[in-house]
């Protein structure tokens, strides 16, 4: 059993854990269930092993050995947490929009109370330009077109949204816009990364288990009867940005490019944008809202050193 990507208290505990279940159990269930741990333990780098983490956990994991172990895990630390009736695995055929209000919930919870702000940032990417969640993980500083943006701004005087090279499925590019303020935002706590250093230390999976969490301690996944039931998952945020821009008048079209989508069924037949009217559009849009929702100071961008 390779415990060398476990830090030195968690090879301990393995090893622990290992002689609980060596007089009761197969070689190759015990084989399963330190599978289980060690994806635990990854998780429990960035999170507290308590009542919310097995919901959340779970709620990822739905298989029945992830709950065995669980159940097992909790005999084994003997403590009295509850576990959560497993219910179906089927994914759900339509994908739930937030509310305004909801979004602006989760991003006020991840930004203030979660010890990794950049939980809310990747929330933020995936709400405000439709990103995948891989697509937002992966964002570096030097993705955004800043030299352009300046340009913009110093020959208007107006805080245009900013450039963003995303790179999606099929490790195809893309380009999607930024609002001015979140980008400013994200410059000042992302600035001092050294070159070459990811902007966001975690993957995707402890995002989720992060957002999980957080939408149990909102309300917006709830916890009924033993049973997790919550709508809502990092690719809602996606979904919500989609369908605000058809909402707000974007052409199904435009939203293909700016999505990333190879083929969607119901765009065919519209009008055919490209990938440079596209992105015009999305900016005359932004910068739209920005002159109708305009609420503070236009400060001068900053310029990395």
């Known amino acids: 059993m390779d415990l060398s990507n476990l830090n030195e208290h968690r090879k301990e505990e393995a090893l622990k854990f290992l002689n609980f279940m060596s007089n009761n159990y197969k070689e190759r269930t015990i084989l399963e269930y330190m599978n289980m741990f060690k994806i635990m333990c990854s998780y429990l780098e960035y999170a507290e092993f308590n009542q919310e983490f097995i919901y959340a956990f779970l709620g990822m994991h739905p298989t029945k050995i992830a709950y065995a172990f669980i159940k097992l895990y909790i005999d084994f630390i003997d403590t009295p947490y509850k576990i959560p009736k497993r219910s179906g695995t089927k994914p759900q055929k339509e994908q739930p929009i937030l509310t305004k209000r909801e979004a602006e919930s989760i991003f006020e919870y991840l930004k203030l ?118 709508k809502y998952h990092p690719h809602s945020f996606r979904h919500t940005r989609a369908t605000l821009w058809y909402k707000n008048g974007r052409s199904l079209t435009t939203i293909q490019n700016l999505l990333g989508h190879k083929d969607i069924s119901t765009t065919q037949g519209y009008l055919q944008i490209g990938e440079k009217e596209a992105l015009e559009e999305e900016e005359r849009f932004m910068l739209e809202e920005y002159k109708n929702n305009q609420t503070q100071g236009v400060t001068t961008p900053p310029t990395p050193k």
């Not at 701004?153 to 107006?158: D, K, R």
């Not at 949204?161 to 994200?186: C, H, Q």
Request: aromatic content about 14%.
């Open 113 to 230: 109370t979660r010890h990794n702000k950049g939980y809310y940032f990747i929330s933020r990417l995936m709400y405000e330009c439709g990103l995948r969640i891989q697509e937002a993980t992966n964002v570096q500083l030097q993705d955004f077109y800043i030299a352009e943006w300046e340009e913009k701004f110093t020959q208007s005087g107006i805080p245009h949204p900013i450039k963003l090279k995303v790179t999606g499925k099929g490790a195809k590019d893309r380009i999607v816009y930024v609002p001015y303020l979140l980008f400013i935002e994200l410059f000042e706590w992302g600035k001092d990364k050294k070159d070459g250093e990811d902007l966001f230390t975690f993957n995707p999976n402890t995002y989720r288990l992060a957002l999980r969490q957080t939408l149990i301690r909102l309300g917006l996944t709830k916890v009924e009867k033993g049973k997790v039931k919550g």
